[in-house]
């Protein structure tokens, strides 16, 4: 009977510095993986302190405030709400001479430094 384990640890030893290599190939792979997926998700603990300036006029419940003509955020899609973030800061919306409430609320998104800022804010709205 031929012997199959000595076969097998006689490959192994022979290609052990590929193996070491495909193996450590597959964990980087995953550790990318899971770090891409980390970056997509917002972060409500980091959100909320990113949230404070907002509520000056949005409420700190998110329901909005006719006295700042802000409107209600709480319950809203999260996919809308970084939508309108990144209108406001890239100049999409707030940019036209007429629209005086969108350009106020321009200066503030100006003020979520970056995609991340604005997905963790807005993961924080959500727990409201
Ligand atoms: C100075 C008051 C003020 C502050 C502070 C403020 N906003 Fe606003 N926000 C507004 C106003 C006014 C509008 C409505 C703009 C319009 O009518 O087009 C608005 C609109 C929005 C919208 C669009 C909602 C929709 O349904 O289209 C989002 C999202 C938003 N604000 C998020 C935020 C976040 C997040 C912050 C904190 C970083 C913030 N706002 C801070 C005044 C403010």
């Known amino acids: 009977m031929p012997d199959y384990l000595g076969l097998k640890l006689e490959f192994v030893m022979k290609h052990k510095t590929k193996i070491t290599l495909v193996f450590l190939q597959i964990v980087a792979v995953f550790f990318l993986a899971t770090s891409f997926a980390q970056a997509q998700d917002g972060n409500a603990e980091a959100g909320k302190g990113l949230y404070a300036v907002c509520s000056g006029c949005h409420g700190a419940d998110g ?66």
């Open 63 to 128: 329901m909005g405030m006719e006295a700042t003509n802000s409107p209600r955020l709480q319950g809203q899609l999260e996919s809308y709400l970084i939508r309108q973030l990144q209108y406001f800061k890239s100049g999409i919306r707030g940019s036209h001479k007429d629209d005086t409430y969108g350009a106020t609320m321009k200066g503030m998104a100006a003020t979520l430094p970056h995609d991340q800022a604005i997905r963790d804010v807005v993961a924080y709205i959500s727990t409201l």
